[in-house]
């Protein structure tokens, strides 16, 4: 499997990164990560050049790692700065170093070429920045399913009825129909309003209303990996728009997904909401409401991951609410494509 690798991909929340040396698996490269001592957080391939042993294994001696066998030392930015028995450090002791940035208490690692790192291209939502906005970090989902499964699930508003019952879905949103587009910029945008419904448990769990509401999902998905669940209810009487959301009880629910290798992916995900900014408690309230729906999706990734591998000669049945995952899947597809090309040219160039 081709992962697109000129992108950054979200290595840990903030919290997650320490002086300990932490390694991760990410688009099947083994990476190891540690804060220097001004508190930055390096990431460097998790191997030694020597004999191989994971630079995991070893200690962060000041800034610096030292491998675990033989004392072999890396800088932050993968350098050797030692070799144990002699004043030469040789052209080849090198690891690599990969691009970090950080905000909102988000660790990024960018896993291309480095020279495209651009950190305006990191994702981000005004509502973080937003007083009238409270975010809260759930805890890491690990799937044992590949990322482009959780990609579909996540710009597949119609599986809440039927997976989410208690939570997120319900009977009345079953035949509701469902837009799909790909914006200028290459977001895909699925969407659903349901009106004049009763509330779904996680509204009727955190508002107060007394009556019938009015839905909309919209599933914003920033190819490869970012997943912006932007949803709310809002009273009947209020006539709620899309524009006028704010009004409304409005939670995103945000998804960064970072591929680990072919077969699993790590899922991690935050809320951002406008109601009862003030409430401690209430964003662990809502990471159990979520989890309760995140367990039902990963018994279905994961089940549907081990059908994927057992072989059949029948293609997939495509249906209406593909419409999402099929945009989706066909911009990664061009993506990859892009990046194999611009890979071969800059191949013929250096020969
Ligand atoms: S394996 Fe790292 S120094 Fe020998
Ligand atoms: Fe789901």
Redesign the pocket.
């Given at each position: 499997m081709e992962f697109i690798q000129n992108s950054w991909y979200v290595a840990g929340w903030s919290k997650e990164f320490s002086r300990e040396l932490t390694k991760m698996t990410i688009l099947g490269e083994n990476i190891v990560f540690y804060r220097t001592e001004a508190g930055a957080v390096a990431a460097l391939e998790d191997r030694c050049p020597h004999k191989l042993l994971p630079l995991s294994e070893g200690r962060l001696i000041g800034d610096d790692v030292q491998c675990g066998y033989h004392g072999v030392t890396f800088g932050c930015d993968g350098n050797c700065v030692r070799v144990p028995g002699q004043s030469v450090v040789p052209k080849s002791a090198y690891v690599r170093s990969f691009p970090i940035f950080e905000r909102h208490n988000i660790v990024w690692v960018w896993m291309g070429d480095e020279d495209k790192a651009d950190e305006a291209l990191v994702f981000d939502l005004p509502e973080l920045s937003s007083p009238d906005y409270a975010p809260h970090q759930g805890n890491p989902l690990h799937y044992e399913s590949n990322y482009l499964n959780v990609a579909d699930?996540?710009c597949?508003p119609a599986?809440?009825s039927f997976?989410?019952p208690t939570t997120?879905g319900n009977p009345e949103m079953e035949d509701l129909p469902i837009e799909s587009e790909i914006n200028d910029d290459g977001v895909v945008i699925t969407s659903r309003w349901t009106r004049d419904a009763p509330p779904v448990g996680i509204f009727q769990a955190l508002a107060n209303f007394k009556g019938n509401v009015d839905r909309w999902q919209y599933y914003i998905m920033t190819v490869p990996n970012v997943a912006v669940i932007d949803f709310g209810s809002a009273d009947v009487s209020e006539n709620i728009t899309y524009e006028r959301r704010a009004e409304g009880v409005h939670i995103y629910a945000i998804h960064f997904l970072t591929p680990v290798d072919e077969y699993r992916t790590i899922d991690r995900w935050m809320h951002v909401r406008n109601f009862a900014l003030d409430d401690k408690a209430i964003g662990g309230n809502m990471n159990d409401l979520f989890n309760v729906?995140?367990a039902?999706?990963k018994v279905i990734l994961e089940a549907i991951q081990v059908e994927e591998r057992r072989p059949s000669t029948r293609r997939p049945l495509r249906i209406a609410i593909d419409k999402g995952s099929n945009l989706y899947r066909r911009r990664i597809d061009e993506l990859i494509k892009l990046e194999r090309s611009t890979e071969d040219k800059n191949l013929t160039a250096t020969n």
């Open positions: 699930n996540l597949d599986h809440v997976v989410h997120l729906a995140f039902e999706d």
